[in-house]
């Protein structure tokens, strides 16, 4: 809304009408083209009324301007100090080069100001150069569909594998990046910090790769402290589909990759008391093995205490 409040779709047909007029080449059709293009098509009867009327002091009926140079779109102090706060996000070095900004320019806030109550902390190493590495090179192979060869770090040994990559995921509970991959013939994913090494392979020959098993989950949730604004965040990367039952009560049913349930849950679980699974009741089950064994742990947990 930033930038689209003050440049336009209007804003940029008027500016191509504008330039147009400068090489001498509009005329009714060619405006009404622009405008067609570049805004609405009913916007041309305003438009082309208020040029013909010669509403519009920097455009005559013929068409001509009294301007000589092509519009320009400057930026504004705001849009600017947009900007910097963007720039200042470590995870905007990923994907290459950062635009640089005078220094004078202040943000509009920064890290420090935000307050992540339910964010790990140990998220990954934005900073680190074999990181980035590691992830333009990811990146690209996305882009050209190339294989990709990997040492990665498991918890329990390292190991050299093949992969097809399928997607990157972030993880804004976790802080982290995830490659979604096939490999012999099954998913898999692998946490970008744990990639010791990655190259890309020169074959491009895309193999045949499985269908990802889809799942579905609805749940209901109570519009209390933000919920509902707080869900369609926290399941945004979802495919989803959102009705209205009373004025504070909502069903979501969310769709997912069969691999993604162990996140989902814990997402669902996060929210505690204001989201409450309806089905499927495999789903439900989970949910209630999870709540009873952390209640089995806090009595265990009590019993210790009591018996100190």
């Not at 007029?21 to 609405?40: G, P, R």
């Not at 190493?125 to 990665?152: C, D, G, N, T």
């Not at 990802?212 to 869900?231: F, P, Y």
Request: contains cysteine; negative net charge; aromatic residues 10%.
């Amino acid at each position: 809304m930033l930038f689209s409040e003050i440049y336009n779709a209007y804003f940029k047909a008027m500016a191509e009408l504008l330039t147009a007029a400068l090489d001498e080449s509009l005329d009714t059709a060619k405006a009404m083209e622009i405008i067609n293009h570049c805004a609405f098509r009913e916007s041309f009867t305003v438009i082309l009324d208020a040029i013909r009327n010669e509403e519009w002091l920097l455009m005559n009926r013929q068409y001509q301007t009294p301007l000589h140079n092509i519009p320009s779109q400057p930026f504004s102090l705001l849009q600017l100090r947009f900007l910097k706060t963007i720039t200042l996000d470590p995870r905007l070095s990923l994907f290459g080069n950062i635009i640089e900004l005078p220094e004078d320019i202040e943000p509009l806030y920064t890290a420090d100001d935000i307050y992540y109550f339910d964010q790990i902390k140990d998220g990954d190493p934005y900073e680190s150069e074999e990181y980035r590495s590691h992830f333009q090179e990811i990146h690209h192979a996305l882009k050209h569909q190339k294989m990709l060869s990997v040492i990665y770090q498991g918890k329990a040994k390292r190991r050299h594998i093949n992969v097809h990559p399928s997607k990157l995921e972030y993880s804004l509970k976790d802080d982290k990046f995830r490659l979604i991959a096939y490999w012999e013939g099954r998913s898999i994913i692998l946490n970008l910090a744990r990639i010791v090494e990655c190259s890309e392979l020169s074959d491009n020959c895309i193999p045949s790769l499985p269908k990802m098993k889809k799942a579905s989950v609805t749940v209901e949730i109570i519009d209390v402290r933000n919920a509902l604004e707080r869900a369609m965040l926290h399941f945004a990367n979802y495919e989803k589909e959102t009705r209205q039952i009373s004025d504070t009560v909502y069903h979501m049913k969310c769709s997912y990759n069969k691999s993604d349930e162990t996140e989902v849950l814990i997402r669902i679980l996060s929210f505690g008391p204001m989201l409450r699974v309806l089905e499927p009741a495999s789903f439900v089950k989970q949910i209630n093995e999870r709540l009873l064994r952390q209640a089995k742990l806090i009595k265990d947990y009590e019993l210790i205490e009591n018996h100190d």
